[in-house]
């Protein structure tokens, strides 16, 4: 008997031994494959991106505020193959979301599949209801849509998303690879429901842009714009705001413009080009400045040097006139410029000189861009006046017959706003990287002395003489001292898609200026492209005049001229 007993100890005793030495075999030598195999079936991974990055603004007082950002978009799927009360998984999803049971069925035949959409764009109301019925199958999941909370505000700066989530036009392609989610693996384990949820093991998030646009004056900007060109009947029209002594964009709106969250709905493409930076022009009478400038440089001519004006000059064989056909008599250089005088330009250009006039205006960038970091700078070579033609540089000398883009000629301004030196434009303030400001390497580049602090003190008191006792006056604000310039250029036949040389009957009517004239806050210019007015004192003055003020009164800029009556 006792035999018995220890033969069956002894076969307990070996089993025993084999049992422990199979787990030990499954579970320390071969553990690694045993828990993969065990996470394959109850986890699913897949290759994911992070959520794109937001871009902000601030106001003068540092809030921030969203210009893009990320909206979750609650979607309804169902996963057949987990589906097993068919009826009650067809009648939730029918009375929920509005949709015929029968397709709703359709889609449960493929049983054996694991994903099937029911509907995208679920109200929140209707994705609560169908998560709080936990019926086995059914699922509520989430689109991460880019969002524009301001609207049209600011649209050409910003740009938009396509349909793959990359960046188009504006900061969002400027800035795509910072702002763009990095890929990685996202891993979605089961709840004891049955409901999904994720565990994002190397997926990253994008980088938050703040950009250097103040809301308020940006805001301002683009309603004043927007009923100035609805009042002139114009075309379109821009403004820009800029600090002339860091280059930092204040305010950049431009209109028509376009709402960046229905981008699908715009039929012109164009629509989508910021004109600030992608549209050229011929910018006339704003540009007599910079020739004005370069001679004074060079010792040429003083602010009193004289000349006579007979309101017509011939050159090349070609007829060069004043505006209105209107004779002056004998002028100084800056009433050529209080005046506005074609033929008192043409003068200064010549006593520079040619080759000397292309070199100065060539260090005020008249030739590159602005390399501002936006997507899409144009800019012209203006090979025709290189050619060196003696027609080319009379009519140059005020601004026709040279094309630029509005940021140039502003950022050429800034060079005499700022004593002399010319600031490099930026649209981003700072990166934020993972909790980590990066400051943008736009900012790194080296402003360029263009001229001596004496010269561009001189032309700044000579376009502050425009605004006291010239075209400008509607630019006057009591107590500070303006400095600027109008501009009334007419359009080639050629900008207009007409094969015909000359110019047309329509214009673009502009004015840069900047205040306090010796001290400058900021520095802005008014584009407004065929209003029904002869002339930009009608035009766009009042504008700059209307914002200029406002800006004053928001940055609580003390006065600088003493003892001021309206």
Do not use: C
């Not at 998303?161 to 900061?171: F, L």
């Not at 033609?389 to 883009?405: C, D, L, P, R, Y």
């Not at 359009?491 to 010796?518: C, D, H, M, N, R």
């Amino acid at each position: 008997m006792h035999w018995r007993i220890r033969l069956l100890m002894a076969g307990v005793a070996l089993l025993a031994i084999v049992i422990i030495g199979r787990l030990a075999y499954l579970q320390i030598l071969n553990q690694g494959f045993y828990k993969a195999l065990a996470q394959g079936q109850q986890n699913l991974s897949s290759l994911a991106k992070g959520e794109r990055g937001q871009i902000f603004v601030k106001d003068k007082e540092g809030a921030l505020y969203q210009l893009a950002t990320i909206r979750k978009i609650p979607f309804v799927f169902i996963s057949p193959v987990e589906i097993e009360d068919r009826e009650q998984a067809a009648l939730l999803l029918s009375s929920t979301l509005l949709i015929p049971e029968s397709e709703i069925i359709k889609k449960m035949d493929e049983e054996e599949s694991l994903y099937e959409l029911i509907l995208k764009n679920v109200s929140s109301e209707q994705a609560q209801s169908i998560t709080k019925a936990r019926v086995k199958g059914v699922y509520v999941g989430e689109d991460a849509v880019r969002f524009y909370p301001q609207g049209s505000l600011a649209a050409h700066v910003l740009g938009f998303t396509n349909q793959e989530g990359k960046g188009q036009y504006g900061v969002e392609e400027y800035y795509n690879s910072f702002l763009e989610g990095k890929e990685g693996i996202a891993t979605a384990s089961p709840n004891p429901g049955g409901y999904l949820f994720s565990s994002q093991d190397t997926v990253q998030d994008g980088s938050d842009v703040i950009l250097t646009l103040d809301l308020r004056i940006q805001t301002k900007a683009e309603e004043l714009l927007k009923k100035a060109v609805a009042d002139l009947e114009a075309k379109e029209g821009s403004i820009v705001v800029m600090d002339p002594a860091s280059g930092k964009i204040l305010a950049m709106a431009s209109t028509p413009d376009f709402d960046p969250n229905a981008f699908g709905s715009v039929s012109n493409l164009e629509r989508f080009q910021n004109p600030v930076i992608e549209k050229l022009f011929e910018p006339g009478s704003v540009f007599k400045p910079l020739t004005m400038a370069g001679a004074i440089e060079k010792g040429k001519v003083t602010p009193d040097t004289t000349y006579q004006d007979q309101g017509m000059l011939e050159r090349g064989g070609e007829i060069i006139r004043n505006y209105d056909n209107r004779s002056y008599g004998v002028q100084t250089m800056r009433q050529v410029l209080e005046f506005s005088i074609n033929t008192g330009a043409v003068f200064a250009e010549e006593q520079l000189g040619h080759q000397n006039f292309l070199d100065f205006i060539k260090r005020f960038g008249i030739f590159e861009q602005t390399g501002i970091d936006l997507a899409g700078e144009t800019y012209s070579a203006n090979q025709e006046l290189k050619k060196g033609h003696i027609v080319s540089f009379a009519t140059a000398a005020f601004g026709q017959g040279v094309e630029m883009n509005p940021l140039q000629i502003l950022r050429a301004f800034s060079a005499i706003a700022n004593k002399g030196m010319m600031v490099n434009p930026v649209i981003a303030e700072t990166i934020l990287e993972r909790g980590t400001e990066i400051v943008p390497k736009s900012h790194a580049r080296q402003q360029i002395r263009v001229m001596s602090e004496e010269t561009a003190a001189t032309v700044t008191s000579m376009l502050a003489s425009v605004v006291e006792e010239g075209f400008g006056k509607r630019a006057r604000i009591p107590g500070y001292h303006i400095a600027g310039k109008t501009g009334t250029a007419q359009v080639a036949y050629s900008a207009l898609g007409i094969a015909k040389p000359g110019y047309s009957q329509e214009t673009v009517q502009s004015f840069i200026g900047y205040a306090p004239a010796f001290n400058p806050r900021f520095m802005l210019m008014v584009k407004i492209n065929n209003p029904k007015t002869r002339t930009a004192e009608y035009s766009a003055i009042p504008v700059f005049h209307d914002l200029a003020k406002y800006i004053i009164d928001y940055y609580q800029i003390p006065p600088d001229i003493t003892n001021v009556t309206e």
